[in-house]
């Protein structure tokens, strides 16, 4: 009779921490959805050199009429450099640039693709900005929560390893194609990139 309480018991915990654990995924994605949600007026801007007298604000207006976006100062709401979260990485700290509103920010991006698919040899770079020395290439990206952006690294790694031609980012989402003429795949998660293997 004992035996059959303690396994009623241990049955019904078993059963409750897999809802517990279902109860805290669906919890844990909300979370990122929001960290994501909160980043939308945002963009990334990576490998800008560093100064020490350097006005991000004008860094950010020199790139806008490199790629001919009208933008003024006032629809730039916020600009900062941001920690590395590697002290190892010897790339310039990344900034973080916040527009008034999504649609502005989507702009931006848009503006920078048409650049650079204008002119492949000569993509945004230092040099565009007014800084002497070796060209170093600049990327700007959506800014991505901590989650997303550790799923484009490894969404980037895996197509490498993996022949896949394409990985891209929209609307917070990492998207990966094998070639031109394959669907485009959402990478949701890493179990995602597990199943793609």
């Given at each position: 009779?004992?035996?059959?309480?303690?396994?009623?018991?241990?049955?019904?915990?078993?059963?409750e921490k897999d809802?517990?654990?279902?109860?805290?995924?669906?919890?844990?994605?909300?979370?990122?959805?929001?960290?994501?949600?909160?980043?939308?007026?945002?963009?990334?801007?990576?490998?800008?050199?560093?100064?020490?007298?350097?006005?991000?604000?004008?860094?950010?207006?020199?790139?806008?009429?490199?790629?001919?976006?009208?933008?003024?100062?006032?629809?730039?709401?916020h600009c900062t450099r941001v920690?590395?979260?590697?002290?190892?990485?010897?790339?310039?700290?990344?900034?973080?640039?916040?527009?008034?509103?999504p649609r502005l920010r989507d702009t931006f991006l848009a503006k920078t693709i048409k650049f650079n698919k204008a002119n492949p040899k000569d993509k945004i770079n230092s040099s565009h900005i007014g800084i002497g020395g070796n060209k170093t290439p600049i990327f700007i990206l959506e800014h991505l929560s901590p989650i997303n952006k550790k799923l484009h690294a490894t969404a980037r790694q895996m197509a490498k390893e993996k022949g896949f031609k394409f990985v891209w980012i929209k609307q917070g989402r990492?998207?990966?194609?094998?070639?031109?003429?394959?669907?485009?795949?959402?990478?949701?998660?890493?179990?995602?990139?597990k199943n793609i293997i």
């Amino acid at each position: 009779m004992a035996i059959n309480t303690y396994q009623d018991t241990l049955g019904r915990l078993y059963k409750e921490k897999d809802q517990m654990s279902t109860t805290v995924q669906d919890l844990l994605t909300r979370i990122q959805v929001i960290e994501q949600h909160s980043r939308y007026n945002n963009i990334e801007i990576q490998c800008v050199p560093e100064h020490k007298q350097e006005n991000l604000v004008s860094t950010v207006m020199q790139i806008s009429k490199v790629i001919s976006c009208n933008l003024n100062e006032t629809d730039i709401h916020h600009c900062t450099r941001v920690a590395k979260s590697n002290r190892e990485d010897k790339r310039p700290r990344a900034i973080v640039v916040k527009f008034a509103t999504p649609r502005l920010r989507d702009t931006f991006l848009a503006k920078t693709i048409k650049f650079n698919k204008a002119n492949p040899k000569d993509k945004i770079n230092s040099s565009h900005i007014g800084i002497g020395g070796n060209k170093t290439p600049i990327f700007i990206l959506e800014h991505l929560s901590p989650i997303n952006k550790k799923l484009h690294a490894t969404a980037r790694q895996m197509a490498k390893e993996k022949g896949f031609k394409f990985v891209w980012i929209k609307q917070g989402r990492v998207f990966m194609r094998k070639s031109e003429t394959d669907q485009s795949i959402y990478v949701k998660n890493l179990d995602t990139l597990k199943n793609i293997i």
